[in-house]
Protein backbone atom coordinates (compact mmCIF):
# COMPACT_ATOMS: atom_id res chain seq x y z
CA UNK A 1 0.00 0.00 0.00
CA UNK A 2 2.78 2.22 0.63
CA UNK A 3 4.21 1.73 -2.70
CA UNK A 4 0.93 3.07 -4.44
CA UNK A 5 0.83 5.95 -2.23
CA UNK A 6 4.39 7.02 -2.94
CA UNK A 7 4.04 5.81 -6.85
CA UNK A 8 0.55 8.30 -6.92
CA UNK A 9 3.02 11.19 -4.96
CA UNK A 10 6.18 10.35 -7.40
CA UNK A 11 3.92 10.69 -10.85
CA UNK A 12 2.15 13.69 -9.48
CA UNK A 13 5.07 15.56 -9.24
CA UNK A 14 6.34 14.50 -12.36
CA UNK A 15 2.75 15.06 -14.44
CA UNK A 16 3.12 18.56 -12.47
CA UNK A 17 6.83 19.45 -13.45
CA UNK A 18 6.91 17.89 -16.82
CA UNK A 19 4.93 21.00 -18.22
CA UNK A 20 8.21 23.13 -17.91
CA UNK A 21 10.36 20.62 -19.62
CA UNK A 22 8.34 20.08 -22.90
CA UNK A 23 6.06 22.75 -24.26
CA UNK A 24 3.68 20.14 -25.69
CA UNK A 25 2.39 18.94 -22.36
CA UNK A 26 -0.32 21.10 -20.31
CA UNK A 27 -1.66 20.27 -17.02
CA UNK A 28 -3.60 22.59 -15.88
CA UNK A 29 -3.67 22.66 -12.26
CA UNK A 30 -2.43 20.63 -9.54
CA UNK A 31 -5.74 18.49 -9.18
CA UNK A 32 -4.95 17.89 -12.73
CA UNK A 33 -1.48 16.64 -11.71
CA UNK A 34 -3.29 14.27 -9.03
CA UNK A 35 -5.70 13.39 -11.58
CA UNK A 36 -3.12 12.47 -14.69
CA UNK A 37 -1.20 10.19 -11.58
CA UNK A 38 -4.46 8.52 -10.67
CA UNK A 39 -5.61 7.89 -13.90
CA UNK A 40 -2.42 6.35 -15.58
CA UNK A 41 -1.82 4.48 -12.72
CA UNK A 42 -5.25 2.54 -12.98
CA UNK A 43 -4.80 2.40 -16.55
CA UNK A 44 -1.25 0.59 -15.76
CA UNK A 45 -3.07 -1.93 -13.40
CA UNK A 46 -5.80 -2.12 -15.56
CA UNK A 47 -3.86 -2.81 -19.41
CA UNK A 48 -0.18 -1.67 -18.88
CA UNK A 49 0.19 -4.97 -17.72
CA UNK A 50 -1.06 -6.90 -20.73
CA UNK A 51 0.84 -4.46 -23.56
CA UNK A 52 4.17 -5.38 -20.95
CA UNK A 53 3.56 -9.02 -21.68
CA UNK A 54 3.00 -8.88 -25.52
CA UNK A 55 5.60 -5.98 -26.45
CA UNK A 56 8.32 -8.06 -23.95
CA UNK A 57 7.51 -11.38 -25.40
CA UNK A 58 7.87 -9.59 -29.07
CA UNK A 59 10.83 -7.92 -28.04
CA UNK A 60 12.52 -10.63 -26.23
CA UNK A 61 15.56 -10.74 -27.90
CA UNK A 62 16.48 -7.30 -28.44
CA UNK A 63 15.63 -6.96 -24.90
CA UNK A 64 18.57 -10.07 -24.48
CA UNK A 65 20.85 -9.00 -26.91
CA UNK A 66 21.08 -5.13 -24.62
CA UNK A 67 21.09 -7.14 -21.44
CA UNK A 68 18.25 -5.82 -20.47
CA UNK A 69 18.27 -2.24 -20.95
CA UNK A 70 15.97 -1.83 -24.10
CA UNK A 71 13.47 -2.69 -21.30
CA UNK A 72 13.40 1.20 -20.43
CA UNK A 73 12.57 1.67 -23.59
CA UNK A 74 9.96 -0.63 -23.37
CA UNK A 75 8.78 1.23 -20.45
CA UNK A 76 8.39 4.35 -21.97
CA UNK A 77 6.74 2.92 -24.89
CA UNK A 78 3.88 1.27 -22.82
CA UNK A 79 3.70 4.52 -21.03
CA UNK A 80 3.43 6.84 -23.62
CA UNK A 81 0.68 4.34 -25.04
CA UNK A 82 -0.89 4.61 -21.71
CA UNK A 83 -0.96 8.52 -21.38
CA UNK A 84 -2.13 9.11 -24.93
CA UNK A 85 -5.76 7.19 -23.14
CA UNK A 86 -4.76 9.69 -20.44
CA UNK A 87 -5.07 12.44 -22.40
CA UNK A 88 -8.20 11.33 -24.15
CA UNK A 89 -9.95 10.63 -21.07
CA UNK A 90 -9.17 14.34 -19.33
CA UNK A 91 -9.82 17.19 -20.12
CA UNK A 92 -7.28 19.57 -18.10
CA UNK A 93 -4.46 17.60 -19.49
CA UNK A 94 -3.05 17.11 -23.17
CA UNK A 95 -0.76 15.78 -25.17
CA UNK A 96 0.38 17.95 -28.57
CA UNK A 97 1.67 14.20 -30.05
CA UNK A 98 3.66 11.49 -29.77
CA UNK A 99 6.85 13.40 -29.32
CA UNK A 100 5.62 14.81 -25.04
CA UNK A 101 4.05 11.62 -24.96
CA UNK A 102 7.33 9.89 -25.42
CA UNK A 103 9.19 12.61 -23.25
CA UNK A 104 6.85 12.29 -20.05
CA UNK A 105 6.69 8.52 -20.70
CA UNK A 106 10.39 8.06 -20.15
CA UNK A 107 10.22 10.73 -17.06
CA UNK A 108 7.62 8.25 -15.49
CA UNK A 109 9.73 5.19 -16.03
CA UNK A 110 12.35 6.52 -14.33
CA UNK A 111 10.22 7.92 -11.62
CA UNK A 112 9.14 4.37 -11.18
CA UNK A 113 12.33 2.77 -11.37
CA UNK A 114 13.82 5.16 -8.82
CA UNK A 115 10.44 4.17 -6.68
CA UNK A 116 11.50 0.88 -7.11
CA UNK A 117 15.32 1.34 -6.14
CA UNK A 118 14.16 2.80 -2.82
CA UNK A 119 11.21 0.92 -1.77
Do not use: C, H
Not at 18 to 27: C, D, H, Y
Not at 36 to 47: C, D, E, K, S, T
Not at 50 to 72: H, M
Amino acid sequence: MLNLLVQFIVFTAIAAISPQISPGIKVRGSGAAAAVALVFGLLNILIGWLLGVILGFLTAPLNWLTLGLFSIVLTTVINAILLKITDAVLEPFELDGWGPAFIMGFLFALGSLVTGWIL
